[in-house]
């Protein structure tokens, strides 16, 4: 499937979660099994061209994307996870949200000294989360150059916070506006 036939795929939920918001729903594509498989096709040949050897997803829907390209390209797969969730011992990194703040753990030792570790997710907004997990990784000994996206949103500036973090962006697909 071409990207704009993915793109399709993709479900837009007007005024959710709240008004003037264009939610980007992927359940339709994950739903879609051609769709899936070949977006999971894409992601994992630009993991693999990146030389990772792990591959870390955003709970929850950096789950989906992260476990299939890790299990398709057997290499392992380290969940970052929203606080408390993990039931060993974790490093976590605070981090700031539009209204408030949240906090991801990781186990420690799921990662290797100078692992080289791609981070995988459904969508890039603002950047926020993926900035505070390449921070997590690193804060455990990883690597962290890329991160790969189903969905970017350029309009808000996700893309150029994480290259100001040292980390090169690729997406399937953009959306303009929010």
Not at 7 to 35: A, C, H, M, W, Y
Not at 76 to 89: A, I, Q, W
């Amino acid at each position: 499937m071409t990207p704009q036939e993915l793109k399709s795929l993709v479900r837009t939920i007007p005024d959710f979660p709240i008004e003037g918001i264009q939610f980007r729903d992927i359940t339709t594509l994950i739903g879609n099994g051609e769709g899936f498989a070949a977006t999971v096709e894409w992601l994992a040949d630009r993991v693999s061209a990146s030389g990772a050897q792990a591959i870390a997803g955003m709970e929850a829907r950096g789950f989906i994307f992260g476990a299939a390209v890790s299990a398709k390209l057997a290499l392992p797969f380290l969940p970052v996870r929203k606080s408390g969730k993990l039931p060993c011992d974790t490093i976590g990194v605070d981090y700031a949200l539009e209204y408030g703040s949240d906090r991801l753990e990781m186990d420690p030792a799921s990662v290797s000294e100078g692992q080289l570790v791609a981070m995988v997710d459904d969508l890039l907004a603002t950047g926020g989360t993926a900035c505070a997990t390449a921070e997590l990784l690193r804060k455990a000994g990883a690597r962290v150059e890329h991160a790969f996206f189903v969905i970017d949103l350029p309009d808000l500036g996700g893309a150029t916070r994480l290259k100001d973090c040292d980390v090169a962006v690729e997406a399937l697909m953009e959306f303009e506006g929010d």
